[in-house]
């Protein structure tokens, strides 16, 4: 048996392979075109391991992903890939359509024709796997109730946009073709191997640097925090005993404000590695213009995958957040290799000098 997996070199998609493999003996096809955010150091550690079969390639070439699933015979489909970071769908939309729309419709055209031609046995037991976001319902205000999987969708960017209609082509394929789909929709994941240019990443590495730590608006945005390694073990669980059609909605249980996300990365790391000058890294905290369209609350009620699956996150914010702080610590080096001169040209357009 084996299972493949788009976007595997990603952020969330290569702790994925990592945590499948150390869980289990089963082989792995990674499909990743390893755009700026895709990076194979995040796999080094299962460079000789062969159950990890590593392909450069893009969702959207049908004709590549055909051959892979003939080859293979996968026995799931996990599709991670996808452009992700809001700010920059807001400068260039295109590739967003591109990928989480364009490539997932030729991914589902690949995986429709493979799954018809299996033996009756095999097309029962198959999955393909969508994985989503929470940004897709919009935004909260602060007395809202959380996110539930009735929730209507109301996406505010280009990226939840894109993500949005992703999810409507995967559920269209389920109910029209009958293809046996599941969909998670997730909260704000952080942890290692996160490229720097997201909140907690980018504010370790510029305290780091002695660089502004930049709070969009008043820092005041809430988001739901799950620790990778604890979306990585929902996904597992989702693809094992999900109901077929169903949309599971992964959460850490953890609302905060961006800016006591970032004060408490500030305070562990006045504790980790005390800033040479005696002062704390707060004091690098710089409020810049917000972004247009600033969603201000997301929150995940995540009720549906621990009362049906028995699925609960296993870390809590301040158990999570400091084994990431002490990941890139210990991997100042991958930092180094990640931030080329293309991340410092995006981070002067996007947050200015």
Not at 323 to 348: F, H, M, P
Request: charge should be negative; aromatic fraction near 10%.
């Amino acid at each position: 048996m084996t299972i493949f997996v788009t976007g595997g070199a990603g952020f969330i998609g290569s702790n994925f392979v990592l945590d499948w493999l150390a869980h289990s003996s089963e082989p792995l096809v990674n499909l990743d075109v390893l755009t700026y955010a895709g990076n194979l150091e995040n796999l080094a550690t299962v460079d000789f391991d062969s159950r990890h079969i590593f392909v450069k390639g893009d969702i959207g070439d049908t004709e590549m992903v055909a051959r892979l699933l003939a080859e293979h015979q996968p026995r799931a489909v996990i599709n991670f890939a996808a452009e992700s970071h809001v700010d920059r769908s807001i400068h260039g939309p295109e590739a967003f359509i591109q990928t989480n729309i364009v490539g997932t419709f030729h991914l589902l055209e690949a995986v429709r024709a493979y799954c018809g031609q299996l033996a009756a046995e095999a097309q029962k037991a198959f999955r393909l796997l969508h994985v989503s976001t929470d940004e897709v319902y919009g935004s909260l205000d602060k007395d809202d109730p959380a996110f539930s999987e009735n929730n209507r969708y109301e996406p505010n960017s280009p990226y939840s946009a894109s993500k949005a209609a992703s999810d409507h082509l995967v559920r269209a394929y389920h109910h029209t073709y009958g293809l046996p789909v599941l969909t998670t929709n997730c909260s704000n994941n952080y942890g290692p191997y996160h490229f720097p240019e997201k909140l907690i990443p980018l504010c370790i590495h510029n305290a780091l640097a002695d660089k502004a730590l930049p709070i969009y608006g008043d820092g005041q945005q809430i988001r739901d925090w799950l620790y990778v390694k604890d979306h990585c073990s929902a996904i597992r669980r989702v693809l094992e005993a999900g109901r077929l059609g169903e949309t599971y909605n992964i959460g850490g249980w953890s609302e905060k404000p961006n800016l006591e996300v970032v004060t408490t990365l500030c305070t562990i790391l006045d504790e980790l590695i005390p800033r040479a000058d005696g002062k704390n890294y707060a004091e690098q905290i710089t409020y810049v213009t917000d972004r247009p369209g600033h969603d201000r609350r997301y929150a995940i009620d995540a009720s549906k995958v621990e009362l049906e699956l028995g699925w609960k996150p296993a870390e809590t914010f301040e158990t999570g957040i400091r084994k990431t702080v002490q990941w890139y610590l210990d991997n100042q080096a991958w930092v180094a290799n990640v931030t080329s001169g293309a991340y410092r040209e995006w981070l002067g357009k996007q947050y200015g000098a």
